[in-house]
């Protein structure tokens, strides 16, 4: 039964891009939904994925954002350069400290918007675990009425290994001033100012 976490969250991020951006850099764009979401709100939009199988899926689904096979830690970033830089549930796929080349990245008053996954067990999760079956049971009944094709290629996915405890340490240590808040399905949002 389809219900993707990440995209659950695209309207609270959506509602964090900052004022007046205009240029946006998705990090981990799998097959390029949030880019295109970008894109549709004006920002010219650099989405980059380590994987050639989804890059090739989002290049099919157009949409305007230029994608990029590649892999941001190893992928000369321009300095101050990006309105915002968001990072959905990429960054437990490489290192932790990566967020401080996407700062590095950031233009003055540009944002960083990570919605991450967290290892480990919190109390938010025991109501995350009906909460998910309610969610993805109204998914599936909506997608048949519909008549819903299949979902399309999903990105490779990687078990988180670190706790939200180690993120907000970590976030705290790397971008003084971030904020890390806990989301229900196993998320976190990360969110940081230039």
Same mark, same amino acid.
């Given at each position: 039964? /389809? ?22 850099? *998705?990090?981990?764009?799998?097959? #390029? ?12 939009? =650099?989405?980059?994925? /380590?994987? +050639? ?11 305007? /954002? ?16 990006? *309105? ?19 700062? +590095? ?14 290892? #480990?067990?919190?109390?938010? =999760?025991?109501?995350?675990?009906? +909460? ?9 009944? +909506? ?6 094709? /299949? ?44």
């Amino acid at each position: 039964m /389809p219900f993707d976490h990440n995209d659950h969250y695209h309207r609270l991020l959506l509602r964090r891009l900052p004022k007046d951006g205009r240029t946006a850099l *998705d990090i981990g764009c799998g097959t #390029g939904r949030f880019a295109r979401r970008l894109a549709g709100r004006g920002y010219e939009v =650099d989405a980059l994925d /380590p994987s +050639a199988e989804v890059i090739a899926e989002a290049e099919a689904g157009g949409g305007g /954002p230029r994608f990029r096979r590649a892999d941001v830690t190893a992928t000369d970033l321009p300095e101050g350069h990006y *309105d915002v830089i968001t990072c959905l549930a990429s960054l437990h796929h490489m290192p932790f400290a990566t967020v401080t080349r996407l700062r +590095a990245a950031l233009a003055p008053g540009g944002a960083l918007l990570v919605l991450g996954c967290y290892a #480990g067990v919190t109390p938010l =999760d025991l109501v995350a675990v009906p +909460a998910n079956a309610a969610a993805r049971a109204a998914v599936h009944v +909506a997608d048949r009425r519909r008549g819903a094709a /299949p979902p399309p290629l999903k990105a490779p996915v990687r078990r988180p290994d670190m706790t939200l405890a180690a993120v907000r340490t970590e976030a705290g240590r790397l971008l003084p001033g971030s904020q890390v808040r806990q989301l229900l399905f196993w998320r976190y949002l990360l969110t940081y100012h230039a």
